[in-house]
């Protein structure tokens, strides 16, 4: 069984120009048993995120220097640490551009410092959970007609070419592919991967699909492999099958 993150003392960096806000979150996580850096310039926050090892990083969307954005563009680039972003007015744009780069979840800066605690242990223990899921007994590669996926060193292609997809978008894909034919909801989805309470409206599963599907080259109205069920959620073709909603 993973160890619950929360019973971890974990590094966290926040990046933010709100330095009354970064010290808020410093004094409240750190009795917890949480070591906060803070940064409050774009640079500087890419800086010390590609530098020094970081549990999760909480990152601002407006930020001087380079936008938040763009350092999470940065970031991914060479790592996978789990990301929570924060943005200004929940604006839903935003909350898009983040979520297709590869964020792990979203805030508004409205948010209350206790739901900020309950999105950062949620990215944390799906962390943990991944190092724990790698010390498992190995799972069989899975192999949708170009589609080959291998849970064993969590990795994805398509045809011989290797697809580049977010910790997310990854989790997404090998839940689907574990159960082709089967009907996935949007909830459950969001079960699998993020392991968080969620708004019942909350859209940001879309969005990863729909990033997930770029990458396959899918096309949503005569997908290949990811099919939107409306009104249910979605699920993954069976090769050869036609499937009717």
């Given at each position: 069984?993973?160890?619950?993150?929360?019973?971890?003392?974990?590094?966290?960096?926040?990046?933010?120009?709100?330095v009354k806000l970064c010290r808020l979150v410093h004094d409240y996580l750190e009795p917890l048993g949480y070591t906060v850096d803070m940064a409050h310039s774009g640079h500087e926050?890419?800086?010390?995120?590609?530098?020094?090892?970081?549990?999760?990083?909480?990152?601002?969307?407006?930020?001087?220097?380079?936008?938040?954005?763009?350092?999470?563009?940065?970031?991914?680039?060479?790592?996978?640490?789990?990301?929570?972003?924060?943005?200004?007015?929940?604006?839903?744009?935003?909350?898009?551009?983040?979520?297709?780069?590869?964020?792990?979840?979203?805030?508004?800066?409205?948010?209350?410092?206790?739901?900020?605690?309950?999105?950062?242990?949620?990215?944390?223990?799906?962390?943990?959970?991944?190092?724990?899921?790698?010390?498992?007994?190995?799972?069989?590669?899975?192999?949708?007609?170009?589609?080959?996926?291998?849970?064993?060193?969590?990795?994805?292609?398509?045809?011989?070419?290797?697809?580049?997809?977010?910790?997310?978008?990854?989790?997404?894909?090998?839940?689907?592919?574990?159960?082709?034919?089967?009907?996935?909801?949007?909830?459950?989805?969001?079960?699998?991967?993020?392991?968080?309470?969620?708004?019942?409206?909350?859209?940001?599963?879309?969005?990863?699909?729909?990033?997930?599907?770029?990458?396959?080259?899918?096309?949503?109205?005569?997908?290949?492999?990811?099919?939107?069920?409306?009104?249910?959620?979605?699920?993954?073709?069976?090769?050869?099958?036609?499937?009717?909603?």
């Open positions: 069984m993973a160890i619950p993150a929360e019973a971890i003392p974990s590094r966290i960096l926040i990046v933010d120009d709100d926050g890419l800086d010390r995120a590609l530098s020094e090892p970081y549990a999760a990083i909480i990152l601002d969307v407006m930020l001087p220097g380079i936008n938040g954005l763009e350092v999470l563009r940065q970031l991914r680039r060479k790592s996978d640490v789990p990301v929570l972003m924060l943005t200004a007015r929940g604006d839903e744009a935003d909350r898009i551009a983040g979520l297709e780069i590869g964020a792990d979840d979203y805030l508004p800066k409205t948010f209350s410092i206790r739901e900020l605690l309950a999105r950062l242990r949620a990215v944390l223990r799906r962390s943990t959970m991944a190092v724990a899921v790698a010390e498992e007994p190995s799972e069989a590669p899975i192999q949708l007609g170009e589609l080959w996926i291998d849970p064993e060193a969590r990795s994805a292609a398509l045809g011989d070419k290797p697809l580049n997809l977010t910790p997310i978008e990854y989790q997404i894909l090998l839940t689907l592919a574990r159960a082709p034919g089967r009907v996935r909801t949007r909830e459950q989805l969001l079960d699998a991967v993020a392991d968080r309470s969620f708004d019942a409206f909350d859209r940001s599963i879309d969005v990863h699909v729909s990033s997930l599907r770029k990458k396959l080259g899918d096309d949503a109205k005569t997908p290949r492999f990811i099919e939107t069920v409306r009104g249910a959620g979605y699920r993954m073709r069976k090769p050869g099958v036609e499937i009717e909603s």
